[in-house]
C-alpha cells in the first residue's frame, strides 16, 4: 500500500509500505482523508520530536473494510471516523477515564505509523460511525473538535458566560463554536488574520483584531469592563500570557490550549488577586470524542468551513512534503485525500 512517511525533519517520501492485517479486536479502515495540523507542521520542520521513519498524520476519517472479534456493531463499509489514543487501558490513569495521560500514550504518526496511508488497523473502541449527513470529510475533523471539547469541558460550566477566545486557527475556531453550544452567552475571538477573523464573524462571533490594539484593552471594550468569563488561549505564543490577568474576570478561568515551545512569563500574584484558575488542556478522552459527534451531529458545531484545501495523497511524493506542509500553515485545515470521496469543483488540486 502507499504511505506518506516523515523520513527525517523537512522530508517526506511516499513508499510502498505492507499493508496491515487487523487483530483481534481490532477495525481495519480504507483511509478516506487525513487533516493537517499545526503539531504535523511542527514535526515537519523539526520544531517537535518525532521517531523516524513514521508514517504521518492522527486527523482522519475512512471506511470499514473489516473488523475481528469486536462487539461494536462495525460493519463493512460504513463511514467511521477514528480517535487515535493508543494508550495502556490498566494504569489507575486509564481506569479512571483520563487515558489521554497514561504515560504509555503512544502518538499516532509520532511514535507509531500514522494514518497517512491506505489501510490502518485501529482498536475497534476507538472507531466512530459517522451519521449519514455527516461527510467524511467533515468526518476527519472530529479529533481536533474533541480537542475543543475537552478544553471547554474543563473550564467548567458555560452556562450564561462571556468567552474570550485567543487565536482563531482551527482549534480557537473550534472552542468558540463549543462554547457556544454549550451556553456561552457571549464569544469574542481575537486573532491578527483578518480572514480568519471574517470567518469568525460569518460563523455568528464578535471578532477583534488585535495587531495594533492590546488585548486586555479589547476583551475588556467587548465586555463592558468586566473582563471575560473564561480566556481560552489557542495561539501557542508566549507572549500572550503575560496578559492573562488583565482579560479575566475575578474568580474566573483561563485555559491553556495551545502549545508554547517557549517559556512563557506569567504574572502568578495579579491572577492569585483576582482568584483566577489556571488550566491546562491536553489532547482529549474518549468521552469527549463522543461528545464531539454529537455535536456535530446535531449542527450544533459546524467543521466543513475550516476544511480550506484538499491535496491527493501523491502531492507529498517527489519532493514535495515542504510544499504542503506550507499550503497546510496558509489555512484552517488542509486535508489529504487518501481514498477520498467524489471531489467537488473547489479547494482541490495541488498547492
Given at each position: 500500500?502507499r504511505?506518506?512517511?516523515?523520513?527525517a525533519?523537512?522530508?517526506?517520501a511516499?513508499?510502498?509500505?505492507p499493508?496491515p492485517?487487523?487483530?483481534?479486536g481490532e477495525?481495519?479502515?480504507?483511509?478516506?482523508y487525513v487533516g493537517v495540523?499545526?503539531?504535523d507542521?511542527a514535526?515537519f520542520a523539526g520544531r517537535?520530536?518525532c521517531?523516524?521513519?513514521v508514517?504521518?498524520g492522527?486527523?482522519?476519517?475512512?471506511r470499514?473494510?473489516?473488523?475481528?472479534?469486536a462487539p461494536?456493531?462495525?460493519?463493512?463499509?460504513q463511514?467511521?471516523a477514528?480517535?487515535?489514543?493508543?494508550?495502556c487501558?490498566?494504569?489507575?490513569?486509564?481506569?479512571?477515564?483520563r487515558e489521554?495521560?497514561c504515560?504509555?500514550?503512544?502518538l499516532?504518526?509520532?511514535h507509531v505509523d500514522?494514518?497517512?496511508?491506505?489501510t490502518?488497523?485501529m482498536?475497534?473502541?476507538r472507531?466512530?460511525?459517522?451519521?449519514?449527513?455527516?461527510s467524511?470529510?467533515?468526518g476527519?475533523l472530529?479529533?481536533p473538535l474533541?480537542?475543543a471539547?475537552h478544553?471547554?469541558e474543563l473550564?467548567g460550566?458555560?452556562?450564561g458566560?462571556?468567552?474570550?477566545?485567543?487565536?482563531?486557527?482551527?482549534i480557537?475556531?473550534?472552542i468558540a463554536?463549543v462554547?457556544?453550544?454549550l451556553?456561552?452567552?457571549r464569544v469574542?475571538v481575537?486573532?491578527?488574520k483578518?480572514?480568519r477573523?471574517r470567518?469568525?464573524?460569518h460563523?455568528?462571533?464578535?471578532a477583534?483584531?488585535?495587531?495594533?490594539?492590546d488585548?486586555?484593552?479589547?476583551?475588556?471594550?467587548h465586555t463592558?469592563g468586566?473582563?471575560?468569563g473564561?480566556?481560552f488561549?489557542?495561539?501557542?505564543?508566549p507572549?500572550?500570557a503575560s496578559?492573562?490577568?488583565?482579560?479575566?474576570?475575578?474568580?474566573?478561568?483561563?485555559v491553556v490550549?495551545?502549545r508554547?515551545?517557549?517559556?512563557?512569563?506569567?504574572d502568578l500574584?495579579?491572577?492569585?488577586?483576582?482568584?483566577?484558575r489556571?488550566?491546562?488542556?491536553?489532547?482529549?478522552?474518549?468521552?469527549?470524542?463522543?461528545k464531539?459527534l454529537?455535536?456535530?451531529t446535531?449542527?450544533?458545531v459546524?467543521?466543513?468551513?475550516l476544511i480550506?484545501?484538499?491535496?491527493?495523497?501523491?502531492?507529498l511524493?517527489?519532493?514535495?512534503g515542504?510544499?504542503?506542509m506550507?499550503?497546510?500553515?496558509q489555512?484552517?485545515?488542509?486535508?489529504?485525500a487518501?481514498g477520498g470521496?467524489a471531489?467537488?469543483?473547489?479547494?482541490r488540486g495541488e498547492p
Amino acid at each position: 500500500m502507499r504511505a506518506a512517511v516523515l523520513v527525517a525533519p523537512g522530508e517526506i517520501a511516499l513508499r510502498d509500505c505492507p499493508t496491515p492485517r487487523p487483530a483481534p479486536g481490532e477495525a481495519e479502515i480504507a483511509v478516506a482523508y487525513v487533516g493537517v495540523c499545526g503539531s504535523d507542521q511542527a514535526r515537519f520542520a523539526g520544531r517537535m520530536a518525532c521517531r523516524g521513519p513514521v508514517i504521518f498524520g492522527h486527523e482522519f476519517s475512512g471506511r470499514v473494510r473489516s473488523v475481528r472479534t469486536a462487539p461494536q456493531g462495525l460493519a463493512p463499509g460504513q463511514a467511521v471516523a477514528v480517535a487515535p489514543l493508543l494508550n495502556c487501558r490498566t494504569c489507575a490513569v486509564c481506569r479512571a477515564g483520563r487515558e489521554h495521560l497514561c504515560a504509555s500514550r503512544r502518538l499516532f504518526g509520532t511514535h507509531v505509523d500514522g494514518a497517512m496511508r491506505e489501510t490502518v488497523c485501529m482498536p475497534a473502541d476507538r472507531v466512530v460511525p459517522l451519521p449519514p449527513h455527516v461527510s467524511l470529510r467533515e468526518g476527519a475533523l472530529l479529533e481536533p473538535l474533541a480537542v475543543a471539547v475537552h478544553a471547554a469541558e474543563l473550564a467548567g460550566p458555560l452556562d450564561g458566560a462571556e468567552v474570550a477566545v485567543l487565536g482563531a486557527g482551527a482549534i480557537g475556531m473550534l472552542i468558540a463554536q463549543v462554547a457556544r453550544a454549550l451556553g456561552a452567552c457571549r464569544v469574542l475571538v481575537i486573532d491578527i488574520k483578518t480572514d480568519r477573523l471574517r470567518l469568525a464573524a460569518h460563523l455568528g462571533f464578535a471578532a477583534a483584531n488585535s495587531a495594533s490594539a492590546d488585548l486586555p484593552a479589547i476583551v475588556l471594550e467587548h465586555t463592558d469592563g468586566r473582563g471575560a468569563g473564561v480566556v481560552f488561549e489557542a495561539t501557542g505564543s508566549p507572549a500572550v500570557a503575560s496578559h492573562f490577568a488583565g482579560m479575566v474576570t475575578p474568580g474566573g478561568a483561563v485555559v491553556v490550549a495551545g502549545r508554547m515551545h517557549e517559556p512563557a512569563r506569567l504574572d502568578l500574584d495579579a491572577l492569585l488577586l483576582k482568584e483566577a484558575r489556571l488550566l491546562t488542556s491536553r489532547y482529549f478522552t474518549l468521552a469527549d470524542f463522543r461528545k464531539a459527534l454529537d455535536l456535530q451531529t446535531t449542527g450544533r458545531v459546524a467543521t466543513a468551513p475550516l476544511i480550506q484545501a484538499e491535496v491527493p495523497l501523491e502531492c507529498l511524493g517527489d519532493n514535495r512534503g515542504g510544499v504542503v506542509m506550507a499550503a497546510a500553515g496558509q489555512v484552517l485545515r488542509l486535508l489529504v485525500a487518501v481514498g477520498g470521496e467524489a471531489p467537488s469543483a473547489s479547494g482541490r488540486g495541488e498547492p
